[in-house]
């Protein structure tokens, strides 16, 4: 996000989601150019959420997602909304093309359990044993 480049001018730390609204909308308007609506169907799926902080589902001593087997059951759990789910939905609505959004971030938000964490890649030494500095929760 440090640099982004539109038209004929450099952005420097453009704002991430100002560059997240650009993008999306360049990709909505080729997609309203270039493709037929009655011959294709084009979906749009929101972010999966991260899960860093057990202490959003009540465990203040657990490892981010580290050794999760269950969904989160915590009693008015309301996750909070990445900025980037209304962006996606005020873009897609604005489109003269039809895009169907799968909005997986909600639901998602409830499946701590569902990340690669400690069992994404081959990590070195005791890398593994250390879950709250290396646990895959994103």
């Known amino acids: 996000w440090d640099l982004i480049w539109e038209g004929n001018r450099?952005?420097?730390?453009?704002?991430?989601?100002?560059a997240y609204r650009k993008g999306l909308t360049t990709w909505a308007n080729w997609i309203s150019t270039n493709i037929d609506p009655k011959r294709s169907l084009v979906?749009?799926?929101?972010?999966?959420?991260?899960?860093y902080s057990s202490s959003e589902w009540n465990e203040p001593n657990g490892h981010r997602c580290y050794n999760q087997?269950?969904?989160?059951?915590s009693a008015g759990y309301r996750p909070p909304m990445p900025a980037q789910v209304p962006i996606a939905k005020q873009v897609l609505h604005m489109t003269k093309f039809p895009v169907t959004l799968l909005d997986i971030t909600g639901l998602s938000e409830f499946r701590k359990d569902g990340h690669p964490s400690v069992y994404s890649t081959d990590f070195k030494g005791g890398q593994r044993k250390d879950p709250d500095q290396f646990a895959d929760c994103s």
């Open 10 to 18: 450099l952005y420097k730390n453009m704002d991430p989601m100002l």
């Open 43 to 51: 979906c749009f799926s929101t972010t999966s959420p991260k899960h």
């Open 69 to 73: 087997k269950d969904p989160v059951q």
